[in-house]
């Protein structure tokens, strides 16, 4: 028998316990009992103060996650939980992630509807399309877009020629989500930046954390936006970047069983 814990690997990443018992593998992680961004975007739009550290707490989420080579390819409002009193956001649910190495592209359309990024659709993308799916959550999070309900497509039938409904569907909403991006005003020009319809033309999460560390170290705790509502940049608490995760073992039996590959999918990747 032995556990493997994750945990506190970087305080915006969902901690994870891993154990085999009579060669019986369990997964077990982190409960967070504030629920989804959705569910709490359901009850009241956020406000700037809360879309903002939400954001903050994100970018370094996402740039921790891909330090590690991973892909989380389900970056949405229903995958990033928050404590009960909302101070704190998780980016959860790893269930489509996959390790990349450099160099290496993935293949196999997965991720949801709304959220996804167009490379995604024509079978070759990389850690761009992690940062697309997020500027898409953070343009629903300060009120930019919403998500129709009832309009969604299989993933799967989205053909390039754009001829048949799903193919319609998902152009139309991502022509939505440009459009609007055009429309952001200069102080989200930093959500704007991730969802360049070309990926290369996207901030990295490495470049996307830096900015947001810089600004809120600049900006006065409180000052006005555009729009003319208050907007509060205090830094988040400054969080190690290189650290590594936890990897707490008791009765280890071999290096082959890493929790990371057993839960990760692998599959639809090419070099
Ligand atoms: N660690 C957790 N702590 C608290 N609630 C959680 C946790 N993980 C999941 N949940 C709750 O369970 C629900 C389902 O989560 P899960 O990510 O497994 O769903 P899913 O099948 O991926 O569907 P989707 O993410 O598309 O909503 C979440 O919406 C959330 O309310
Ligand atoms: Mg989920």
């Not at 990897?247 to 890493?258: A, G, I, L, Q, Y």
């Amino acid at each position: 028998m032995y556990v493997w814990v994750l945990t506190n690997v970087q305080p915006h990443v969902i901690s994870y316990l891993y154990t085999v018992q009579a060669d019986q593998p369990m997964f077990a992680m982190e409960y967070l009992a504030g629920g989804t961004l959705s569910e709490r975007m359901a009850s009241a739009a956020l406000g700037l103060t809360e879309a903002w550290m939400t954001f903050r707490q994100l970018a370094s989420a996402l740039r921790y996650v891909h330090d590690q080579g991973i892909l989380h390819r389900d970056i949405k409002p229903n995958n990033i939980l928050r404590t009960e009193n909302g101070s704190r956001v998780v980016l959860a649910d790893f269930g489509l992630a996959t390790r990349l190495d450099q160099g290496e592209v993935c293949r196999d359309v997965c991720g949801t509807s709304h959220t996804t990024a167009p490379e995604v659709y024509r079978k070759k993308y990389g850690f761009p399309a992690d940062i697309w799916s997020l500027g898409v959550t953070m343009m629903i999070a300060f009120g930019r877009i919403t998500i129709p309900k009832g309009e969604s497509w299989r993933m799967r039938d989205v053909r390039e020629q754009g001829d048949n409904e799903a193919s319609r569907r998902c152009n139309s909403w991502l022509a939505k989500v440009q459009h609007r991006a055009e429309q952001l005003p200069d102080d989200l020009s930093s959500v704007k930046r991730l969802v360049h319809t070309g990926p290369r033309d996207r901030w990295s999460a490495q470049e996307l954390d830096d900015h947001l560390r810089t600004k809120s170290s600049r900006n006065q705790p409180s000052e006005q936006t555009s729009d003319g509502n208050s907007r509060d940049e205090r830094p988040s608490p400054r969080i190690p970047q290189t650290k590594r995760p936890k990897h707490v073992r008791f009765k280890d039996k071999s290096e082959s069983s890493k929790p990371t590959s057993d839960k990760v999918k692998g599959s639809g990747k090419r070099k």
